[in-house]
């Protein structure tokens, strides 16, 4: 594993654990060369999906770039990080065993909605605000009031 710090080729684990919903291995490394220590994520991938965005072009499914948008969504909520871990898992765990080599983005979109939805209606409509690309107030009025009734009838 290349270290993050000198770019070394050779690193050593010096501690390896899964992490707590056993979904990876957590590896704590130091370079050979520098003597940094760092952590990596040991993670199983069932097969390579390509994601199809809304203008046709496709791109690599990318793990970082969902759990990145969700963290951007849940700032300065109290969601804990592994709860938004184990959506990513799941959604990457159903698109993976989908069997399809293509998805679309906006069927990860609403796997992350709907995922969202249950965790805390703040992030979910942050998400929603972006993904369905609101562009007056009345839109995000209109969207609250129907998570706010949808909650109300739970």
Do not use: W
């Not at 291995?25 to 520098?34: D, E, M, S």
């Not at 990596?40 to 069932?46: D, G, S």
């Not at 690599?60 to 969700?70: G, V």
């Amino acid at each position: 594993m290349r270290c993050p710090f000198c770019a070394h080729d050779d690193s050593q684990v010096k501690d390896s654990r899964p992490t707590e919903d056993n979904a990876a291995i957590r590896r704590r490394r130091q370079c050979g060369q520098c003597g940094a220590r760092f952590t990596t994520f040991e993670r199983v991938q069932l097969r390579e999906v390509t994601v199809v965005k809304s203008d046709g072009k496709r791109e690599a499914f990318d793990r970082s770039k969902l759990e990145r948008s969700l963290t951007l969504a849940r700032r300065k909520r109290a969601v804990a990080p592994e709860r938004i871990d184990q959506l990513v898992s799941g959604i990457q765990r159903q698109v993976e065993t989908a069997g399809e080599a293509e998805v679309a983005s906006h069927h990860i979109g609403e796997l992350v909605m709907e995922g969202l939805r249950h965790i805390d209606p703040v992030a979910y409509i942050r998400f929603a605000s972006v993904y369905r690309d609101f562009s007056e107030a009345r839109d995000f009025e209109e969207f609250a009031s129907s998570v706010q009734d949808a909650a109300k009838g739970e």
